[in-house]
Structure formats: structure tokens, C-alpha cells
């Protein structure tokens, strides 16, 4: 059971930073929407630099947390890397990138 998890958890911390670097690049201002992540859970930071910062760790650890509940979920299911890797990743990533869609300024 451990083992899966820690699997889950790495795949879901490596989508989440996957997730953020891409706000990085897909965008015209590198971080602009990196914000917006803390606007999810109700925290504002006013300074813009330390709110990019703050919305690039916190969809870090929602990519990490989505990947500990998916590593809880295959329990032992699993025996290969490949196949919890991509489903943490998979579960990471449809966690993060549902909420960042629909964001009514995209």
C-alpha cells in the first residue's frame, strides 16, 4: 500500500509541475493565470510576483494530493511504473486542468 501511494504521489508532483510550467508557456504574460489557483481556495495576495509564486506551489501540491488519492485507489492493483505513473499523472492532471479551463477570463 505504501509503495503505491509514494508512486501516486511522485506521478501527481511531477504533473503538477508539468501543469504550472505549462501556464508559463502557453500563455502571452508567463504567469498570468498562475494566480487564479489561490482564487480557487479564497486567498489573495496583492503583490503579483509572490501570487505567481504562491499559485505555482499550490498547483504543485493539488497535483501531489490528487496523486496520493489516485495511489490510494489502485491500492496494489498495479505492479508496473509505467502504469501508475500515467494514471497519477492522468488523475493529476484532469484535476488541475478542469478547474483552469473553465476559468471564466480564459
Known sequence: M???LRGGLVAGLLAGLVLA???FVTDGTP???LPEALHWFGITIADPTSSRF???LLLIALGGVFGLIFG???REGSSRLAGRSS???GSAFSG???SHCCSPTS
Do not use: I, N, P, V
Request: without cysteine; glycine residues 24%.
Open 96 to 98: 488541475g486542468s478542469s
Open 21 to 23: 510550467m505549462l501556464d
Open 2 to 4: 505504501m509503495h503505491t
Open 87 to 89: 494514471g497519477g499523472l
Open 72 to 74: 490510494a485507489l489502485q
Open 31 to 33: 504567469g498570468r493565470l
Open 54 to 56: 504562491a499559485g505555482f
